[in-house]
């Protein structure tokens, strides 16, 4: 048999692809989705705390923070996801029953947390020092000048790192699977390699791959686009050089852990 054909066969079967489509679209997308967008939200809360302890002259607040963020910066995403799946099981059974959907959910979270706590942290810090004297000399307490002046412009910073990390939690969800998630929470890897396994072509995992760039690519320029608009103040018009440049392909950031 012509190699190429058999290659064509393996990746690009339409058929084995129609069949997949609609479980992606009902099933996978919708709990991609949830998991990494609700993972995004549960770990910034977090992050934020994390980041707040991590800069506090407290020594018992910044220390626990950075045990905390190298241990889930250091371990492989998918062994904190089995080490909480796994290992918090038991708890879940009385908690919520047999559902590993929510310590999934956690696992991202707290992988989510070490990152963007760093992220918030490093925004916090690129605050100009003067803001933070300015606020206590107006008689605010270095707690209500951290809130109300210091990270709302730190968090204005970070907010391509934060899509960055959005686009790696999206990717970091199809390890859940591991967990052994019901046919109803199955996200679109789950849903591909299902296919693949019962058909024998991979054909299906490659429509999964697709949605993936689908939803991360988009997310990238997205990036680029608000990390032009914290830099510039306003959309490029190519009139100005720095515009040009910043509109050549890699010259905006964006990268990807």
Same mark, same amino acid.
């Given at each position: ?29 919708? &709990? ?12 910034? /809360? ?30 492989? /995403? ?19 029953? =047999?559902?590993?959907? =929510?310590?999934?959910?956690?696992? #991202? ?49 970070? #907010? ?20 052994? #998630? ?15 396994? &019962?058909?024998? &072509? ?27 608009? #914290?830099?510039?103040?306003?959309? /490029? ?11 050549? =392909? ?8």
């Amino acid at each position: 048999m012509d190699p190429l054909r058999t290659l064509w066969e393996t990746f690009f079967d339409w058929e084995s692809m129609r069949e997949a489509l609609p479980e992606m679209l009902t099933v996978g997308l919708p &709990n991609t989705l949830i998991l990494a967008v609700t993972a995004a939200l549960l770990g910034s /809360a977090l992050g934020i705390v994390l980041a707040v302890a991590g800069i506090s002259r407290t020594r018992w607040l910044r220390w626990p923070a950075r045990v905390w963020t190298d241990v889930f910066r250091g371990l492989p /995403a998918a062994a904190t996801i089995l080490l909480i799946g796994v290992g918090l099981a038991p708890l879940g059974m009385q908690v919520w029953g =047999p559902n590993p959907y =929510p310590l999934g959910i956690l696992a #991202l979270s707290l992988i989510a947390s070490a990152y963007i706590g760093e992220i918030f942290r490093s925004g916090i810090q690129s605050v100009e020092a003067t803001q933070l004297e300015a606020a206590r000399a107006l008689g605010f307490t270095w707690g209500e000048a951290m809130r109300r002046v210091i990270i709302p412009q730190g968090i204005r910073r970070i #907010l391509p790192a934060w899509v960055n990390q959005l686009i790696a939690l999206i990717k970091d969800s199809s390890l859940v699977y591991f967990l052994g #998630l019901l046919a109803s929470q199955r996200e679109l890897f789950r849903i591909g390699q299902d296919y693949a396994a &019962n058909t024998g &072509n991979q054909s299906a995992l490659l429509l999964a791959g697709l949605f993936y760039l689908a939803l991360t690519v988009p997310l990238t320029h997205v990036v680029n686009w608000i990390d032009r608009r #914290l830099r510039h103040g306003r959309p /490029a018009t190519g009139d100005d050089p720095d515009d040009l440049d910043l509109a050549l =392909p890699g010259a905006a950031g964006g990268n990807q852990r």
